[in-house]
């Protein structure tokens, strides 16, 4: 795909909406920001990559500048599915990404739902296999959601605000959750799902899981950026520290790094491993393979899933 930021202009498969700018503009004053700040809008068509299928319609802007193919939708049953069509559909290729002004069925870990009303970052994003790259260390494809948290912890620590993860891949400003992410690997493809509340966070009472965190979103946080704002802070920023960390750390050095910003390390934790199986335990550090080192009772052991909250902040 040709990099730029583009607006899908027609939809797909009922995987996502197609939309025109203004009727972008018209979802959200952060959108109705973007879209102003990129204008002109030129009509476009994404060529289809097989004889059968049928090219995209779109507009790209005329003065954004990306180093990939950024394509906004409507409406979207979920960023991830609409990507991984559009790769065999357009070409999309690595570093490419769509992102959805809402999602019906947009999902986190343990296939919770994601609530996704419009003016919040929805993305999937087209990632290389980092075990792949030239010059990685064994070990890498291992780290994909380790490394996607402190991606985009570093782009928020870029803007003034101090990030911690929340094993395996959310990120707390002050406990509060402002994103959630969510790696796929199928079919040989990579897929980085981020969901960052911009604009609005959900109330605690929405949240249908006990384990849930208490949401926040960066506009309370006194973080006033747009979706593509803070998408090309992600191109730039995000893909520049990917090739960095692969290419002159090993996996071990990596965990030694995201250590630094742990959430809760040291604290007692409710786990949860499973619908049947919680218990409490006190967060003991990372291991070198990325998996969650607890100590209870006087024992220690690693934990690969599972999820966590403070000891008795679970809500009814």
Known sequence: MKPGIYIA??????????LSPEGLAGFHPSWQRDVDRLRPWDSTRLPATGQFEDSLAAWKSRTGRADACTLVC?????????????IDVIGMTPWD???AVEQQKGRGQMQRSWISPPGNLYASWYWPNPGEING???GWQAMASLMAG??????LDAMGVRVFIKWPNDLLIEDRKVCGILVEHRGGHLIVGIGLN???????EQLTDAFAVKPASLQELDLQVTPLEFWMQMLEIGRSRFYH???????????ALVKKRLAWQGHMVTIRISRDEAFTAEIAGLAADGGLIIEKNGKTRVIYNGSILPAGNVHS
Not at 9 to 18: A, H, V
Not at 150 to 155: D, G, I, M, P, S
């Open 9 to 18: 202009g027609s939809g797909r498969n009922g995987l996502f909406d197609g």
């Open 74 to 86: 409507g409406r979207c049953s979920s960023t991830m599915d609409g990507l991984r069509s559009l």
């Open 97 to 99: 990404c769509l992102i």
């Open 136 to 138: 990685a260390a064994p």
């Open 150 to 155: 402190e991606l985009v912890a570093t782009v």
């Open 198 to 204: 911009l604009a609005s966070a959900p109330p605690l």
């Open 245 to 255: 960390l692969v290419q002159s750390m090993t996996p071990a050095a990596f965990v």
